[in-house]
């Protein structure tokens, strides 16, 4: 962050006018309070709601410096780190967040799912288990677990993971597919061509509160419709008619 106060976008005058209002309200927030994490935290959300990203990073960078002892800062920090593609960086912000919350399933399953993308299976496998310890409901933990073991030619640990996924309240789509790929690794291409076609249409939502807080930062009439359909996507009709309202 400069001298000059916080940062801001060179193109503002361009943005949407409640995008516009809501950046410049946030920014005097900053600047007449600038040792106030919150306001810095709450800058950063907007410009990530608005895929402002490299903002973002240094808005939550300041917070952080501000009060060390936020988790949701931390994770925020590595969620944008990531967009950014810096998933190492991402991976280690996230020891930060579990250190301040270990109760957070989604660091855990973030983790684990960066950790995996970077072919680092081993670290990947014990993230998703404390996720699971966290939150013995998160289905992104659980089909982590199954993509290990169907990458480890186990397809039959695979498939006992993902049925005890669908058969929750909130049947998952990804779940759904990664189980006709262990159905066709165990050789059963009947029961893989059944798997699959029940998994078409089926929703992909993995709850993550300090991410759709973020998120719901959205303003301006485009965000709003992403902030609409997000909510659609995780089954949450009463929220998106409130809005319309």
């Known amino acids: 962050v400069s001298a000059g106060g916080p940062p801001r976008p060179s193109d503002l005058d361009a943005l949407d006018p409640m995008v516009a209002n809501r950046i410049e309200e946030t920014l005097a ?19 990530q709601a608005h895929e402002m990203t ?11 410096e501000l009060d060390a002892n936020n988790p949701r ?14 998933p190492e960086t991402a991976v280690d912000l996230l020891i930060g967040v579990s250190r301040l919350d270990p109760t957070y399933a ?30 013995s409901a998160a289905a992104a933990a659980w089909i982590g677990l199954a993509r290990i073991e169907l ?29 006709g ?3 066709r690794a165990a050789g059963d291409e009947e029961a893989a061509r059944r798997a699959l076609a029940r998994a078409t249409g089926m ?24 902030l609409l359909s997000l909510r659609l996507e995780r089954g949450d009709v009463d929220a998106v008619i409130m809005e319309l309202e």
């Not at 800062?73 to 810096?86: H, K, P, Q, R, S």
């Not at 989604?106 to 699971?132: F, I, K, S, V």
């Not at 039959?156 to 996924?165: P, R, S, T």
Request: aromatic letters at 10%; a negative charge.
């Open 106 to 135: 989604p660091a855990w399953w973030r983790r684990g799912n960066w950790l995996a993308d970077l072919g680092r299976t081993d670290e990947a496998e014990a993230a998703y288990r404390q996720a699971t310890e966290a939150d």
């Open 181 to 183: 790929n262990a159905f």
């Open 73 to 86: 800062t931390w994770y925020l920090l590595a969620v944008a780190e990531d967009e950014l593609g810096n």
């Open 151 to 179: 990458q480890r030619g186990n397809p039959a640990k695979a498939i006992e993971i993902l049925f005890k996924v669908l058969a929750t309240d909130n049947p998952n789509g990804v779940a759904g597919q990664l189980l």
């Open 29 to 47: 927030a900053c600047t007449a309070d600038p040792d106030s994490s919150d306001h810095w935290l709450e800058l950063g959300m907007i410009y």
């Open 203 to 226: 929703g992909a939502y993995f709850p993550d509160p300090w991410k759709e807080e973020m998120q719901s930062q959205a303003t301006g009439v485009g965000n709003l419709l992403r």
């Open 54 to 64: 490299p903002l973002a990073v240094q808005a939550y960078t300041r917070s952080r």
